[in-house]
């Protein structure tokens, strides 16, 4: 449980137990709760960076979070364009990226 | 082949699947999200008498129901084109394609952006993002936020992720440049401010809210802007630039005129670790559009509208819309124009019906009614557009029968 | 960061600078904008940048928003892969 989780809610109620689960995104692993989707699981532990612009290398991560923009695409058990926002967590889910990859600055190329 | 397809099932779509079933048709909805619900799933407010709406209950109470009648529905599935056929229309989707003798698009409506230096940044989001990420995934977009953007979105979610434990520092304009237009200009962002000001928390902006007028309130804006819930609404103040390197660290602000000029010497950085654009919404027609459906521009429903009727008919046999796709507004009144779809693609299966008509009818009625009750007003107007448009339907359609 | 640089179009990162050098010079549609600065092209299917688009050609003087929609929604208008395509 991480301060990121609203566990609690004055008007939604408390969320309660859920199953935990486990997977790796970009090397290292990471837990989820049953229900969150990729991008919340990651969000929810600090991670906002979810690719790397293919061109330009700019970081980059959700931006609507609907599956209408498309920013927040990575690579999920070996199947590529995976929407992280509508893409529920599954246990042992592997999921890859290019943030690893390329340049660490923004702007400019490889 | 069965009787209706549904793209979206949000509270438009699960409406008609009701409707539709309860007279017997068999009905299947589809979703690209990971539950049911649509963006209703994510709404949260409370109503000037003290109650809460809570969004993820009124979805739950459709989604049950529509189960109940025997509607299946699928989620986590995305269509990706249509076809129509002779007797009806078949959509090709990310799991099996589907035949059906009607379709209706209930996709709701897409967040229009405001582009601002730095808007790529991870951290910066849709403040309907925000919006999904603390309500139905409940995790804090972030610590402390500001929104870019003054509108009822804006200030509506601003609340909701209060609740959720996060600051918001501030409810701001964004940059004057020359693609904002309007979202810039404080006259004009004063008159929207001021249709949402009978909701305001302090009776001091409820009853200021009925005497100002756009132009001086604009003028006499506090500098510090006005709080809601301890929130500043700034119409006074703009953004600048989104900072940071890998993820957003802070927002340059600065003070603007009252009609949207930058005061030279007045930036400022104020930190934060989240963003949020609201610029508003606009129809998802694509669907529509490669369906072949005639559209309309209509700045009041938010933008291109696929052209349809009172009775939620597009100009193609067999393809109804209903929801934020006919033109922005509350998810009341989405509900109200699923019930009109649900019944009228009824009325198609059925040999004359008197009964049919008359519920019709009353279906109608009710959207009307549901509108003018809604405590708010998305844009002014709108009554009126959709007459004019409906009217313009009829037109197209004589004009066809008469070649 | 300036104004100029502000990406317009998120897939592809088109600034901008570009699409008002390229209205400039080629006194373009939406539909022409995409063609030549590939904005509009990218996985989203133009859905996030068509409304800016159109507005930037629109304030250059281009041709206003019109009854059709500016930039047509080609299929399939999410990404699907050859096995999706295929296999039903």
């Known amino acids: 449980m991480n301060s990121m989780r609203v566990d609690q809610h004055p008007v939604l109620g408390n969320m309660g137990q859920r199953q935990k689960l486990k997977f790796v995104f970009e090397g290292k692993q990471f837990t989820a709760y049953k229900g969150d989707t990729i991008a919340s699981a990651l969000l929810a532990s600090g991670v906002r960076t ?48 290019n943030v690893s990859r390329t340049m660490t600055s923004r702007g400019g190329k490889v | 082949m069965i009787d209706l397809a549904i793209v979206g099932a949000g509270p438009a779509g699960l409406s008609a699947a009701i409707s539709a079933a309860e007279n017997g048709l068999k009905v299947t909805i589809i979703d690209e999200f990971v539950k049911p619900g649509g963006r209703l799933l994510g709404q949260l407010h409370e109503e000037p008498d003290g109650k809460w709406v809570n969004g993820i209950t009124e979805a739950e109470k459709l989604f049950k129901r529509a189960i109940q009648l025997g509607v299946i529905i699928k989620c986590g599935v995305s269509v990706y084109d249509l076809v129509q056929l002779d007797s009806g229309w078949c959509l090709y989707t990310t799991g099996s394609s589907i035949k059906a003798k009607s379709l209706l698009l ?9 582009p601002i230096p730095g808007w790529t940044l991870p951290g910066v989001m849709s403040v309907g993002a925000a919006q999904v990420m603390g309500n139905v995934h409940r995790v804090k977009p972030g610590e402390n936020g500001m929104i870019i953007g003054v509108n009822v979105l804006s200030v509506a979610i601003a609340r909701e992720l209060q609740l959720c434990g996060v600051n918001i520092k501030g409810i701001i304009l964004p940059q004057p440049s020359l693609i904002f237009g309007n ?32 132009k001086l309130g604009a003028r006499l804006y506090p500098k510090n802007g006005f709080k ?85 008919q597009t100009n193609l046999k067999g393809l109804y819309v209903a929801g934020n796709i006919t033109g922005v507004e ?21 040999t004359s019906s008197n009964r049919m008509d008359n519920q019709i009818q009353e279906a109608i009625e009710n959207v009307k009614e549901t509108r003018r009750k809604a405590l708010i007003q998305f844009q002014p107007g709108i009554e009126d557009a959709r007459s004019q448009l409906y009217h313009t339907f009829n037109e197209y359609s004589e004009a066809k029968v008469s070649i | ?53 159109d507005k930037i050609v629109e304030q250059l003087g281009g041709p206003s928003v019109s009854n059709e929609v500016s930039l047509s929604y080609r299929p399939p208008v999410r990404p699907v892969s050859f096995g999706v395509l295929g296999g039903q």
Not at chain 1, 61 to 66: E, M, R, S
Not at chain 2, 331 to 346: E, N
Not at chain 3, 16 to 29: A, D, G, N, P
């Open chain 2, 183 to 214: 979202a810039s200009n404080p006259e004009k962002n004063m008159e929207s401010l001021l249709r949402l000001a009978h909701l305001a928390p302090s009776p001091l902006i409820r009853f200021g809210g009925k005497l100002v007028n756009p």
């Open chain 3, 1 to 53: 960061m300036s104004e100029d640089q502000t990406v317009i179009c998120r897939c592809e990162e088109v600034t901008i600078q570009e699409i008002k050098e390229t209205v400039k010079q080629y006194h373009c549609s939406a539909r022409e904008i995409k063609l030549r600065t590939r904005a509009g092209m990218g996985p989203c299917g133009g859905r996030t940048c068509r409304c800016m688009i």
């Open chain 2, 106 to 114: 209930a996709t709701g409506a897409s967040e229009t952006a405001i």
């Open chain 2, 330 to 350: 509350s998810a009341k009144v989405a509900m109200a124009q699923g019930k009109v779809a649900g019944l009228s693609i009824a009325a198609q299966r059925k």
């Open chain 2, 228 to 312: 809601m819930w301890g929130i500043p609404i700034q119409l006074r103040k703009a953004a600048i630039e989104i900072l940071g390197d890998n993820q957003v660290d802070g927002v340059r602000i600065a003070d603007i005129t009252a009609t949207g000029e930058i005061v030279p010497g007045t930036e400022k950085v104020v930190p934060v670790d989240f963003v949020c654009i609201a610029g508003g919404l606009t129809p998802l027609s694509e669907l529509a559009a490669v369906a072949g459906c005639s559209f309309r521009h209509i700045p009041q429903l938010g933008g291109h509208i696929p052209l349809h009727n009172e009775r939620m």
């Open chain 1, 50 to 97: 979810l690719r790397r612009h293919e061109d330009k290398g700019t970081p980059k991560g959700i931006y609507c979070n609907i599956g209408h923009c498309f920013e927040c695409r990575v690579r999920v058990n070996g199947q590529n364009s995976v929407r992280a926002c509508l893409t529920p967590v599954e246990n042992n889910m592997i999921i890859e990226s």
